[in-house]
Structure formats: structure tokens, C-alpha cells
């Protein structure tokens, strides 16, 4: 988090006049030597000045300055030693959003060096962090020892967290927006499973980093209960990829998902290779492809493509429908006058027993047809009509 900007309640305590002030509600000067810094605003039910080095803030006390919050039961600063003493329960939030609780701090005047106990962390309304303790170095990094990290909501005091990673010390770059990790170890329902010497974790408010993202799990009655481990990696600033290794007892799948931005459209590609003991000594996998372009003329192209390995993968998997593939192109005009669209569809049926393509199934019924009599070959055409299957392509203009 970002604590220490320009934001140095000491700073702002210390141009204070001693004596004793009725005022629950002061504004002080950030920094007396520059006039452009906006003052900070100082609440709490007593604020007052004891040997006039000393300022006492304490009953509800909340400070605000340059988007940042910070609210404590009791606040002391000493001007001489240009030390600041917090009582808990503190809280501090960014402009961003991100959240640093503690019980107690000692922190010096700039708030860019000291030691909360009791410290967690909360970044993006999703990441929390909790320690034994944390300590502010230089400004930039928060080191906090003993971690427990998760993104899961624990209700209560007993209750583990579906995930977590235990670590000896985690190190936050502020500046670089990264999560350094010291002996970390992957808890599932508080069971080890994983364990790493180092491990680096892009924070959340970094959208765009290369690592690792969080893991899911997942349990079919078919694949068992298996992990997912996503993999960002991007490709520069208009594309990037990321890849997902699904492991269970009865699969090893390899996901992967690529996406590129260009001037006039985007693109997208979802896919998957799999070898898992349902289909033995067999590779299956399916790929899915889409995209919109803006074209010359005010047209635009859209275009959705679905493949599948086999007829139950679908099903096995839960990637994709699990009855009919339907693949199109589609050319769209809109103006303000007219409306001009023509598309070609390709449907693909999933269900197991039936023909996978209409028209091949059509051409044999018609060659049955031709070989029967006369009377029979009328019923059997009457038959067909009735029960003609969805056409292999449709056009519409």
C-alpha cells in the first residue's frame, strides 16, 4: 500500500500550537515548506499538546490527506525522538482501495519506516494478507512475517480457508506491485501440497504481469478432485496468453487461452490438450476461436469456430456445449437507413448415436430410397421430409 506519500501525519501534528485544543476538528499543513501541498484534516473527540513536544489524539480519530485514510483509537507523537505511536485498531486505506490493518504501530514521523503487530493486509477487495507482524522499510516495501495468504471469505474463528500460502516472510514491492514469498507452502483445506523456497506473485492491482494466478480446484464424480494452476504471460501491450495445467488422478490437461488486440478488431482462441485413463493411449482436445473486425464500408465481421476432439468430451470437461457445435460468419451492415446482414452456420451434433454430419446422413437415406419399389419408396420419401434433420448450412441475406 501506498502509506507513504505525501501523507506525514507526523508532520502534521508538529506544526500544532502547545497547549490544549478544544477543536475536535483541526487542519494542519502537511509540509510547512511547501505551500502547494494540500493540508490534512485531523479529526478525533480530544486533541491536545503535553510539554510541547507531545501530541495527544485520541476517541474515534480519523486523518485524511491526498486520498489516503487512516483511523485509530489513539494517536502520539513525540516531535522530539520524531517517532509515532498508533493504538489499535488501525486502518488504512488507499485511493485505490487496498486496506492495511494492525492492532498496534510504531512508525517514525513520514510513516515510511516502522512495525505494526497484528498486520493484514486486504489489496483490491480480494487478496488478504495476514501476519504476526509487519514492517515498513524506506517507503516502498512492506515486509510481514508468518504469512497465511488467501482470497477465500473464512466465516468463522475455527473455519480454514479453502486455499492458502503459508509463508515465513512475504516481501511487497509497492512500486513494482509484486508479492516476494520466503518458504511458501499451498494449503488445500489446510492440507500441504505444494512447497517452494522463493515464489513471486504479481499483486492484484497489477493487471498486466507475468505469473501465476489463483489456483481453483475442481472434483467430478469422472475426473476426481484436481487442481487448476493458471500461467499469465504477457506478449507485449496488445496480447497475451495463458496457460493452465489441470491435473487429477484421472487427467492431465494442458489449457491455454490467447488473445490479441488489434487496431480495427480483436481476436480470441480457447483450447485444450488432454490424456486422461477415460479414452486410453488417445490425445483429445477441443479449440474454440472467435473475433469481430470493423471492415471498410461500415461492415463489420464477426466469426465464432468450435471444434471438439470427440462427441463426449463436453461432457467430460464442462468446456463447451455438450449437445451441438454451432460455427458461424457473420458480414453486418448498420446504418441509419438500412440493415444489411448475411451469415453461414455450420451445426455439428454431440449427441452419442447420431450422425455427426446431417448431410452425409441425408445422402444415405436418399440411396435407400432409390433402391426400394415404387409404393415404398413414396412412404419412405414422406418419412424423410417429416423427419429432416437441420440443414448443414443456412444463408441469410
Known amino acids: 500500500m501506498r502509506v507513504a506519500r505525501q501523507f506525514c501525519v507526523a508532520a502534521l501534528l508538529a506544526v500544532a500550537v502547545p497547549g490544549t485544543l ?14 502547494d501541498t494540500e493540508p490534512a484534516l485531523l479529526v478525533a473527540d480530544s486533541v491536545f499538546v503535553e510539554d510541547s513536544s507531545r501530541l495527544i489524539a485520541s476517541g474515534n480519530v480519523e486523518a485524511l490527506h491526498d486520498g489516503l485514510r487512516l ?40 510513516l515510511r519506516d516502522g512495525m505494526l503487530k497484528g498486520a493484514r493486509m486486504v489489496m483490491d477487495d480480494q487478496l488478504q494478507l495476514a501476519s504476526v507482524e509487519a514492517q515498513r522499510v524506506g ?30 516472510r512475504v516481501i511487497h514491492d509497492e512500486e513494482e506491485r509484486q508479492l516476494w514469498f520466503e518458504g511458501a507452502q499451498l ?36 475426473l476426481g478432485t484436481g487442481i487448476r494452476v ?29 488473445r ?23 490425445t483429445r482436445g477441443y479449440l474454440f476461436a472467435e473475433g469481430e473486425f470493423g471492415l471498410t464500408g461500415d461492415f463489420t465481421l464477426e466469426f465464432d469456430i468450435q471444434s471438439v476432439s470427440d462427441d463426449s468430451y463436453f461432457n467430460e470437461y464442462d468446456y463447451g456445449p455438450s449437445e451441438r457445435l454451432e460455427s458461424s460468419v457473420t458480414l453486418t ?34 440411396v435407400r430410397e432409390a433402391l426400394l419399389p415404387g409404393p415404398h419408396r413414396r412412404r419412405a420419401a ?4 417429416a423427419s429432416q434433420p437441420l440443414p448443414l448450412f443456412r444463408h441469410r441475406l
Not at 500441504?192 to 497489477?206: A, E, I, K, N, T
Not at 478488431?265 to 480457447?270: C, D, P, S, V, W
Not at 451492415?333 to 447420431?354: C, K, N, P, S, W
Open 71 to 110: 483511523t485509530a483509537t489513539r494517536i502520539l507523537f513525540d516531535q522530539d525522538k520524531g517517532t509515532l505511536t498508533i493504538e489499535g485498531p488501525i486502518r488504512i486505506t488507499d485511493e485505490t482501495g487496498n486496506l492495511l490493518l494492525a492492532d498496534a504501530a510504531e512508525m517514525n514521523e513520514g
Open 187 to 222: 494449503r488445500v483445506l489446510d492440507v500441504p501440497v505444494f512447497w517452494w523456497p522463493q515464489l513471486r506473485l504479481p499483486d492484484p492491482s497489477l493487471k498486466r504481469a507475468r505469473g501465476f494466478l489463483t489456483p481453483t480446484l475442481r472434483s467430478t464424480s469422472l
Open 22 to 35: 478544544a477543536a475536535q476538528t483541526t487542519t494542519l499543513a502537511a509540509n510547512a515548506q511547501n505551500d
Open 333 to 366: 451492415r448498420a446504418r441509419r437507413d438500412d440493415f444489411l446482414q448475411g451469415d453461414i452456420t455450420h451445426f455439428e451434433t454431440l449427441r452419442l448415436g447420431r450422425e455427426r454430419h446431417p448431410a452425409l446422413d441425408r445422402r444415405q437415406r436418399r
Open 230 to 258: 493458471p500461467y499469465f504471460i504477457p506478449l507485449g501491450d496488445h496480447q497475451d496468453i495463458t496457460l493452465t495445467p489441470y491435473v487429477s488422478p484421472e487427467t492431465r490437461t494442458l489449457e491455454a487461452r490467447y
Open 260 to 282: 490479441r488486440a488489434f487496431s480495427n478488431g480483436t481476436i480470441e482462441l480457447n483450447g485444450a490438450v488432454t490424456r486422461d485413463t477415460l479414452v486410453p493411449d488417445a
Open 382 to 385: 414422406t418419412r424423410h421430409r
Open 139 to 168: 517507503g516502498r516495501y512492506t515486509q510481514l512475517s508468518r504469512v497465511a495468504v488467501t482470497s477465500c471469505q473464512v466465516c468463522g474463528r475455527n473455519e480454514v480457508p479453502l486455499w492458502q500460502i503459508r509463508a515465513d
